[in-house]
């Protein structure tokens, strides 16, 4: 048995929102990438579009990851077969398959492995950024990969998936690359921490990124800091790190973590746990240079034992999620977004939490569209943490263990005009019962 709850758009204040299609990969299969209008009405659907990561393109069309290839169906060991740029009406435009030769279990052949990221040449960021549209020919694909093997100098664990970005030109060639599990000693972490690491990698973590994506123009790079040069990567480790790398040297030139103690700043804004979707907001929008993350929670790091870590590994522990928005220069929380100031009084941080997947957007009319992935939830709130829009997945409501759930991995908005084929939607208010006053009728009523 299940909780009851509403599916679809639950609320929806027009007046208060950046209208336009939202675009999220729904994770069951057989459903795939779903458009929805602002009253979730499908407007469109990719089933065969079925990875984590998938951008809407300038006129329609989509950018994202398949499978069927080499594996059977979407695999988070695996990774998508191919990516693909896809018009309209499904013509394919443009493909990339080719990153690393799968060659264990059932797999056999050469595969994207693409996973949790993709970032199109002309846009820093995978969202809508005014002025900065992504190319749709002769384009550069930024994306992350795995690669599977042995990194003895890291861990004793065999790695299924070890993180990989990879930028792709536009005949299939992989230009650039880097893997953490090659450039473990940048990091800095401390002796216990990589002794944990080394005796246990958690399958891959602590070589494991969530995201990747273009500093792009930014205000820091103008006032001549080079950290922050364009074309440098920002990236997130799943074991409490957020940092940047130089595309020319491939050095590890800004970042936060691993060691949370020394900097006051970052004692401040406290560890953060298992991030997704680190990036700099773009410059045009709204706080245009900070950075922008959903701090998932759970469980990461790594170091010296303590009761809740026996053997080091996943020492940080917190059990609700927050969206913080960082000045990278200065390190002080210009914003954050977290359960009690979504309305939660009572001291339930847990009414936000997503330990997993998740992402946050930073809209042109200065609202943020947030993904909490694990309840197949989206909302964009304002400034002042009001809820404006939210939208429960109802294409994932399915079983698992007993357990009922509707996932979604990231959800992006995009205007209207992105898509000409169709016509502008009508925009309906939808306004929620009061809880206290919401019933459902018996049987026979």
């Known amino acids: ?32 990438a779903v458009l929805v209008d602002m009253n979730g009405n499908v407007v469109k659907s990719w089933p065969h579009i079925d990875s984590f990561m998938v951008n809407l393109l300038p006129e329609g069309r989509i950018l994202g990851g398949r499978t069927g290839r080499v594996t059977s169906t979407y695999d988070h060991t695996y990774g998508a ?16 398959g080719k990153a690393d030769e799968l060659g264990f279990d059932e797999a056999k052949g050469w595969s994207a492995r693409q996973n949790h990221d993709l970032v199109r040449e002309g846009c820093p960021v995978g969202y809508y950024v005014p002025g900065a549209a992504p190319k749709t020919d002769s384009a550069r694909t930024l994306m992350l990969s795995y690669r599977t093997g042995h990194w003895p100098e ?21 230009t650039w ?48 800091d080079e950290r922050f040069d364009p074309e440098n990567i920002i990236t997130d480790d799943r074991g409490t790190m957020l940092y940047i790398i130089s595309k020319k040297t491939k050095e590890i030139v800004w970042k936060v973590g691993p060691d949370y103690t020394k900097d006051p700043k970052l004692k401040a804004i406290g560890c953060i746990i298992g991030p997704h979707h680190t990036h700099l907001i773009p410059k045009g929008l709204p706080g245009e240079g900070n950075v922008l993350v959903f701090d998932n929670g759970g469980a990461a790091g790594f ?16 059990d609700h999620s927050r969206v913080l928005e960082i000045n990278p220069i200065t390190m002080d929380l210009v914003w954050e977004y977290t359960a009690e100031q979504s309305g939660y009084f009572g001291g339930d941080p847990a009414r936000f939490y997503s330990r997993y997947k998740s992402a946050a957007q930073r809209l042109p009319n200065g609202n943020t569209l947030i993904t909490e992935s694990n309840c197949g939830r989206m909302l964009e709130v304002t400034r002042e943490h009001e809820i404006v829009w939210e939208h ?7 079983e698992r263990d007993g357990i009922f759930y509707s996932d979604i991995f990231r959800g992006y908005r995009y205007p209207y005009e992105w898509v000409p084929q169709l016509d502008v939607p009508e925009e309906r208010a939808v306004v929620p019962p009061a809880n206290g006053e919401f019933r459902l009728p018996a049987v026979g009523d």
Not at 83 to 96: A, I, M, P, R, T
Not at 183 to 201: D, L, P, T, V, Y
Not at 309 to 316: C, E, S
Not at 392 to 398: E, R, S, T, V
């Open 81 to 96: 077969d191919d990516v693909v740029q896809e018009d309209w009406d499904g013509n394919v435009e443009w493909s990339f």
């Open 154 to 174: 890291v861990t004793r664990d065999f790695l299924p998936r070890a993180t990989r970005m990879i930028e792709v030109n536009w005949n299939g060639e992989i």
């Open 177 to 224: 690359d880097w893997m953490p599990a090659e450039q473990f000693e940048q990091f800095g972490h401390s002796e216990a921490a990589k002794n944990a690491i080394m005796r246990h990698c958690r399958n891959q973590h602590a070589v494991f990124q969530n995201t990747c994506s273009y500093l792009g123009p930014n205000p820091w790079f103008d006032a001549g």
């Open 1 to 32: 048995m299940y909780t009851v709850y509403p599916t679809g758009t639950t609320i929806y204040k027009p007046e208060k929102c950046f209208n336009g299609y939202t675009l999220y990969p729904s994770m069951k299969h057989g459903v795939g």
């Open 392 to 398: 429960i997945n109802p294409n994932n409501l399915a």
């Open 303 to 318: 170091g010296e034992p303590n009761p809740g870590a026996p053997d080091g590994t996943w020492n940080a522990l917190r």
